[in-house]
């Protein structure tokens, strides 16, 4: 693919919903990651996935946020029970490896607005 | 984990003076230290990179210098243009563990 592509775009849902959200990495890079910005804030590292090594869960906030990635390729970050704190930009970026110094690409992200 | 902070939070510049932010870095594992721009609205794109065995890199009107022993990098930007506006994140990585950013810096370049 051209680029990392995300979906949706925007969301909007109720307080107590559960949303995903959808990551489709550009085409062979192994590293895939999703991080969180909230308006006007900095990057927060959510999860991190390396070809088929258990995938690093340390930056999740909490245990209604997980994620999937099928076949090494494409993920889905679910948030249940979504809270109003949830608000924010989620942006998945993928890289060609996990050797350490690769570049990530971003996708455009998905903003998440929890009424 | 890796803790990155970042200084300082905005910076506002006149249209050709140097710009310069700083980061710190906690874990000494780290050996890769990028810097991303992300312009009002876009997506943060990679800008410059250093490595631990490198003490600086230059891109023409970028550089990067890397202080191992204190745990600190920072960026500079000269002759600065009003497309330099943005926010800069810097970033380290601790051999192939995530990449953990900084707080960011918000530069206004002021024509």
């Known amino acids: 693919g051209a680029g990392v592509s995300q979906s949706p775009s925007n969301k909007v849902t109720e307080k107590g919903k559960d949303v995903e959200l959808r990551c489709d990495p550009i085409?062979?890079?192994?590293?895939l990651y999703w991080y969180r910005q909230s308006l006007g804030q900095g990057l927060e590292f959510l999860i991190y996935?390396?070809?088929?090594?258990?995938?690093?869960k340390s930056g999740l906030p909490s245990d209604r946020f997980s994620a999937e990635r099928t076949g090494g390729s494409v993920s889905t970050l679910t948030i249940q029970r979504t809270q109003q704190e949830d608000s924010a930009v989620y942006l998945c970026?993928?890289?060609?490896?996990?050797?350490?110094?690769?570049?990530?690409?971003f996708g455009e992200g998905s903003r998440l607005t929890v009424l | 984990g890796e803790n990155v902070e970042q200084h300082p939070s905005t910076l506002s510049v006149q249209e050709g003076d140097s710009a310069v932010i700083k980061c710190t870095y906690s874990?000494?594992?780290?050996?890769?230290f990028p810097w991303y721009k992300q312009e009002l609205g876009k997506r943060p794109q990679l800008i410059i990179d250093?490595?631990?065995?490198?003490g600086e890199k230059k891109d023409q009107r970028i550089a990067v210098t890397l202080n191992k022993t204190a745990k600190h990098f920072s960026l500079h930007i000269t002759e600065t243009q009003p497309e330099d506006s943005a926010v800069y994140f810097c970033?380290?990585?601790?051999?192939?563990?995530?990449?953990?950013f900084g707080s960011g810096t918000r530069l206004q370049v002021q024509p």
């Open positions: 970026a993928s890289s060609l490896d996990g050797s350490g110094t690769g570049e990530l690409f």
């Open positions: 085409s062979g890079h192994t590293a």
């Open positions: 996935f390396q070809g088929n090594s258990a995938p690093d």
């Open positions: 874990d000494s594992a780290s050996n890769y």
């Open positions: 250093i490595r631990s065995n490198v």
């Open positions: 970033a380290a990585r601790p051999g192939r563990r995530a990449l953990t």
